[in-house]
């Protein structure tokens, strides 16, 4: 069985920072693509940033510069370090994880408000 799970939301007055993590398990599987997606209220869940296992990242144009997303294979374990938070950042942030031979799992996701 494999289990995806955020922590590290909150609410954070704009020009905060944040860390989320994303910790990922399972037995016997591997990993590949690692993934941060954002929901804010009625919008279509979109891409952050992504991370292979070799470290290769992408971003969304909106948090280039602001966020870093990092991982740590041996813990199975991603970050998301998200400084200059702005109000439009709002949204439920959540972890997609590709395991190797199962497919992409989703986290249920962590609130990140940031206040005006």
């Known amino acids: 069985q494999v289990q995806v799970m955020e922590s590290g939301g909150g609410l954070v007055q704009a020009g905060g920072s944040l860390r989320l993590s994303c910790a990922a398990s399972?037995?016997?599987?591997?990993?590949?693509?690692m993934g941060w997606y954002s929901q804010a209220p009625g919008k279509q869940r979109e891409l952050v940033a992504t991370i292979t296992s070799g470290g290769s990242t992408t971003y969304a144009d909106s948090v280039k510069g602001r966020f870093t997303i990092s991982r740590d294979n041996a813990k199975n374990t991603m970050y998301l370090q998200m400084n200059s938070l702005k109000p439009e950042d709002t949204a439920i942030y959540y972890c997609?994880?590709?395991?190797?031979?199962?497919?992409?799992?989703w986290g249920q996701g962590t609130q990140v408000t940031v206040s005006s």
């Open positions: 997609n994880v590709q395991y190797r031979g199962i497919g992409f799992i």
């Open positions: 399972g037995r016997g599987f591997s990993i590949s693509v």
